[in-house]
């Protein structure tokens, strides 16, 4: 494929390898497979849902030639829009948390976003970022609400690229497929677009501690337990996104164990990934252990650990957060 010329950056998203995790397999007797996804343009899972959410609304008229994207995003739905807009010739308007790691807010203003930055608060307070950036949707010229939690288009492009991709890729040997989520996107994409291909296929919710569909999922009811530092997972609400998800079953990951799979995939397979990663690493393990041995599972590594020097590579961050400091970090 080193021949390949592509028509442009819009091209390089999606179709991103499979890789055999070695250490997962091991622990769990299974093939652990991850998929790719920090080497999409924009760096993570999200360039997929940017560019299908883009271009469903322009295929519905939503947005217009003069058109301004606006989104309340964690970070890297803002990045993956921001590229995708700047391809298109599209402004970007991003209402972030001011608590999200400085590099992704940096990069957001490096990539030419206009970042509104907003306290954390629940959902149910206006302020919420979600809601302001609706708000400043709809009081912008031309303003589009890209609306990832609700918008399906966001799972569509799951539905359409991601799911495919893994189907053809295992050539249709796969047992299980589990991530968290964030919108949800990524699971209930992958569920219906496997299931599509084979109803046997286990989709697995992997949840932080925090978050509520676990036991949403396990007992039918939306509750949290324990919280997690663990950015762009962690969902308190059914979104749209979630709705009609196809899952089968579902673990609950603590930061501990899902830092455990972070640090031993960058010391022992050269895999540098964010905190979301490991949590769904550990997740397919759990999984692999439920179906039983020689079963193929398959997971997504969301994004780079590097976009989380200040807080997953920062000592002095860690023990402040309680967690534990490895050794290359304290020397
Ligand atoms: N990991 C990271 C780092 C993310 O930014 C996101 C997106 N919020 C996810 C996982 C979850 O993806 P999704 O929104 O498709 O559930």
Same mark, same amino acid.
């Given at each position: ?54 271009? @469903? $609304? ?7 030639? @003069?058109?301004?994207?606006v989104?309340?995003?964690a ?14 010739g ?26 509104v930055?907003?306290?954390p ?12 950036s ?12 890209s ?7 966001n799972r ?7 799911a ?8 249709g ?25 084979d ?11 925090g ?14 337990? $324990?919280?997690?530092v ?7 609400r ?31 397979e ?13 997740g397919?393990?759990?999984?692999g ?9 398959v997971?997504i ?8 020097l ?10 402040a957060?309680?967690?534990?400091v490895?050794d290359?970090?304290?020397?």
């Amino acid at each position: 494929m080193a021949s390949r010329i592509v028509p442009g950056a819009l091209s390089l998203i999606g179709n991103t390898p499979l890789v055999r995790l070695a250490g997962a397999s091991a622990e769990s007797g299974c093939e652990i497979l991850a998929k790719c996804e920090f080497m999409n343009p924009g760096g993570s899972v999200k360039d997929r849902a940017a560019r299908f959410i883009i271009e @469903d $609304g322009e295929a519905r008229g939503a947005l217009g030639p @003069d058109g301004v994207i606006v989104e309340g995003t964690a970070g890297n739905t803002g990045i993956g829009l921001a590229l995708v807009g700047n391809a298109k010739g599209y402004r970007t308007i991003i209402v972030i948390p001011e608590t999200q790691s400085q590099e992704k807010k940096d990069t957001l203003r490096a990539l030419g976003a206009e970042l509104v930055e907003v306290p954390p608060t629940s959902y149910s307070n206006p302020a919420h970022y979600v809601h302001t950036s609706r708000r400043i949707a709809e009081e912008t010229p031309g303003g589009f609400w890209s609306n990832q939690f609700d918008n399906t288009a966001n799972r569509m492009a799951h539905i359409r690229t991601t799911a495919p991709e893994i189907w053809a890729q295992t050539g249709g040997r796969i047992d299980g497929f589990t991530c968290a989520c964030g919108t949800g996107g990524t699971l209930a994409g992958v569920g219906l677009g496997l299931k599509e291909q084979d109803e046997r296929i286990t989709i697995a919710l992997t949840d932080p501690h925090g978050a509520a569909l676990y036991s949403y999922y396990a007992q039918g009811e939306l509750a949290a337990e $324990g919280s997690s530092v663990a950015e762009g997972i962690g969902q308190s609400r059914i979104t749209a996104n979630l709705d009609g998800a196809p899952i089968d079953t579902q673990f609950r990951v603590a930061d501990e164990e899902g830092l455990r799979w972070v640090r031993q995939l960058l010391m022992e397979e050269g895999l540098c990934v964010g905190l979301s990663s490991g949590i769904n690493v550990a997740g397919a393990v759990a999984l692999g252990k439920a179906l039983g041995p020689g079963k193929t599972i398959v997971t997504i590594l969301c994004d780079s650990g590097m976009r989380y020097l200040s807080t997953l590579s920062n000592p002095v961050w860690l023990a402040a957060k309680g967690l534990p400091v490895p050794d290359w970090l304290a020397r």
